[in-house]
């Protein structure tokens, strides 16, 4: 308590004094380690073309997401900053984030986002982030291990059964993260986006929004559902009755964990996307092995769906990253200009390639080297079929309220009593009249 | 007494305002923000979206849901699990035998204890949770040494006994300021009244126990008021080792409150748990600092 009270003078009085300083002309940008590659090169090109010094605050990836929105909320955020797309529209709502409408007059590149995907980082009608890269979700394998654990390659799960059945198989041979299922509260979106939606969408039938966290027919969050249940149980049968250990999802650093968990052939099956064809070894793609000893090491199929009747076969749910403009920047077209100088064609779509990427704009999708890459032409495939999430304000309490029910599935609570606990949380945070239940 | 002091500066009301400003503005800020985590334990405010902005007051809600909405308590036990086990018991148990035993001693061995000690004070926390994150993994170092030369099968510790470890995590982190303040304390023993004692005949374990420790009661309350209040509010070594987890095993109420505050992004409850955790941190203190009174 002195400690942190003595900080916080110390930060409140610096601060005080920052702000009798007259402002420098310098934009200032926060963006995530692992988006350096793309990041980085553009700085330097706006650097090299205005003249203007840059202020580039790169973040650790843990924790990236609470710290964006406290920075933004206490006004100290700089004045462009990299978002997950599902945060955008709940930051627009309040007012931190600076609409990005008018490039569409001033920049001539602006007309080749993909609309989807403009209107995913929209709010009210405008649009507050461009987005990076967007993405699908898949079951990756190890296929060492599962040679060892004999299972048919390629692996072409049809059900939850068959995933279940080829993680018991890993199991018995001696794998010990036989299926990395993201979970708890520590991995944040991960653990909804990766684990616990892919999982949703193929519990029950995608009628009435069953499937989902929100029926968007009635704009009601969905407090309890057969589908929620059954994923539940399915987190459960994966922790608790199978013994998946859990610590990959708490460790210091959970991706650098899953890494070391692969490298030393300790992993079965991973609940991940399609940027882990890059950042399985590095994010960066600093290093990577080749495409073929890549391919010698892993494999991938689409996530099945639960088996249960009417449920899709096959599931997907895409998210992406984009980057805005904060409302207080004190130059914005300075800070525009940052922001298309990262996405000119050149740098942007070299970063695409280079990290297997999927496009968010056709003049890079549509481009021979983009179309003629076997990996994002599969991927590609996959997006055919996929949805988005609830990306409206709300969304990411929603999220930590479903991370800290898996948490409790890994504590060994009951299925029953982590729904009711879901439930009266949606309806502490929404209104009674705001949550629905599905029978 | 008052013609003792500079006339011209007790009359100069301005002056003697002056001086006291950077006081003022001290305790002006510290009160500032207790004031606002206490008003906004009353209200709805989020981190983000629509209640950031237009938030209501909600009365007692947010304090009623930490009796009836699973967490609070949970957190609370295992904050006084921790706090107990590493801090009371680990660091100021152990600080204080380490002291005690060698104490007036100039040889190698205080050296080596003492340097190794204040390496696990001295270290950030965040590369003391990588060290004991690899210390503890499956191929790390108590596996190697301790479990797999035995033919025993590697134990994850992490998974298995989060508690425990990150509670000797803290006990190595922060023996080294008990260790510190025994050591100056028991220093402080004259030697004569020790020497009677012995003269007197008491064995080596009564000369601690009825001379000793008496004496330096005050600062064992000191001591005690200062590392509970540092553990009950510890996050950065938790955090960074395990989140909190897995699952909940390890969700400290620093770790909750974090979680609440700035994942689920609910700043009112958030205020409403660091209001709780500022009455609980506020009795323990009043006990430790009738301890320190001097007995009549």
């Known amino acids: 308590m002195l400690k942190t009270g003595l900080l916080t003078t110390v930060a409140t009085l610096s601060l005080a004094l920052g702000a009798t300083v007259p402002a420098h002309a310098e934009v200032s940008i926060m963006y995530a380690e692992w988006l350096s590659s793309l990041v980085e090169p553009g700085i330097e090109a ?69 609309p989807g995907l403009l209107e995913v980082a929209s709010y009210n009608g405008a649009v ?13 394998y190890d296929k060492s291990n599962f040679e060892k654990a004999g299972i048919a390659m390629p692996w072409q799960p049809k059900s939850w059964d068959d995933v279940l059945d080829a993680a018991q198989k890993l199991k018995d041979a001696g794998v010990e993260y036989f299926f990395q299922l993201p979970a708890g509260t520590k991995q944040g979106e991960a653990t909804t986006m990766q684990g616990f939606y892919m999982a949703l969408l193929g519990a029950d039938t995608p009628e009435g929004d069953r499937n989902r966290l929100r029926n968007r027919e009635t704009g009601q969050w969905i407090g309890d559902s057969p589908a929620i249940r059954r994923t539940f149980e399915f987190f459960k049968t994966v922790y608790g009755d199978m013994g998946m250990p859990a610590d990959l999802n708490y460790a210091t650093d959970p991706g650098a964990a899953v890494r070391a968990a692969l490298a030393d052939d300790q992993l079965g099956i991973l609940a991940s996307g399609s940027w882990e064809d890059a950042c399985l070894w590095d994010c960066n793609g600093v290093d990577l092995p080749s495409r073929e000893e890549r391919d010698a090491m892993v494999g991938w199929t689409p996530w099945p769906g639960s088996g249960e009747p009417d449920t899709k076969a096959t599931t997907n749910i895409s998210g992406g990253w984009t980057i805005g403009v904060n409302a207080n920047a004190a130059d914005k077209a300075l800070a525009e200009k940052l922001v298309t100088t990262i996405f000119d064609v050149g740098n942007f779509k070299e970063w695409t390639l280079a990290n297997h990427r999927m496009a968010v704009r056709t003049d890079i999708s549509e481009s021979p080297e983009y179309m003629q890459d076997p990996y994002l032409a599969a991927a590609t495939k996959l997006a055919a079929d996929t949805t988005g999430r609830d990306t409206v304000p709300g969304y990411q309490t929603v999220s930590a309220l479903i991370q800290q029910a898996t948490a409790d599935i890994l504590d060994g609570a009951d299925v029953d009593q982590v729904v009711q606990d879901y439930h009266d949380a949606l309806v502490d945070e929404f209104g009674p009249e705001n949550v629905m239940v599905y029978e | 007494m008052r013609n003792q002091a500079n006339p011209w500066l007790t009359n100069n009301l301005f002056v003697l305002g002056l001086g006291m400003l950077p006081a003022l503005v001290l305790i002006a800020v510290l009160l500032y923000f207790t004031a606002w985590a206490f008003a906004f334990s009353f209200t709805d405010l989020a981190l983000v979206g629509r209640k950031s902005v237009e938030w209501s007051w909600v009365g007692l809600e947010n304090f009623e849901r930490l009796f009836t909405r699973r967490g609070f308590l949970e957190s ?44 696990g004070w001295l270290l950030p926390d965040i590369v003391a949770a990588f060290l004991w994150s690899a210390t503890t993994a499956q191929t790390g170092l108590l596996n190697s040494l301790f479990v797999v030369p035995f033919g025993l099968k590697p134990i994850n510790f992490i998974n298995e006994f989060a508690l425990p470890v990150v509670t000797i995590a803290n006990i190595w982190k922060g023996t080294a300021w008990s260790y510190l303040l025994f050591s100056a304390a028991l220093d402080s023993v004259s030697r004569e009244i020790v020497e009677a004692a012995k003269v007197d005949g008491a064995t080596p374990l009564q000369r601690i126990v009825r001379v000793q420790l008496p004496i330096i009661r005050p600062h064992i309350a000191t001591n005690m008021l200062f590392i509970t209040i540092w553990t009950f509010t510890y996050f950065p070594l938790i955090y960074a080792l395990t989140g909190g987890g897995p699952g909940r095993q390890t969700e400290t109420l620093a770790v909750f409150l974090y979680n609440q505050s700035f994942s689920r992004g609910n700043l009112g409850f958030g205020s409403a748990i660091s209001v709780a955790m500022l009455v609980i941190v506020g009795a323990l203190s009043l006990i430790y600092l009738r301890m320190l009174r001097e007995p009549k």
């Open chain 1, 46 to 114: 706006f650097k090299a073309e205005t003249g203007e010094a840059v202020n580039a605050i790169k973040l650790p990836s843990q924790g990236y997401d609470q710290r964006i929105a406290l920075d933004l909320s206490a006004g100290t955020a700089a004045d462009v900053v990299q978002m997950d797309s599902f945060m955008v529209s709940e930051l627009a709502s309040a007012g931190y984030l600076a609409p990005l409408d008018g490039l569409a007059d001033t920049w001539d590149q602006y007309q080749y986002y993909m």
């Open chain 1, 128 to 140: 507050y982030g461009l987005p990076t890269d967007t993405d699908v979700r898949m079951l990756w």
């Open chain 2, 76 to 119: 609370l036990w295992t904050t006084i699990i921790f706090v107990f086990f590493s801090a009371i018991v680990g660091q100021s148990v152990l600080g204080f035998l380490l002291a005690a035993a060698l104490r007036g001693r100039n040889s190698v061995l205080k050296n080596v204890v003492e340097v190794s000690i204040m390496l």
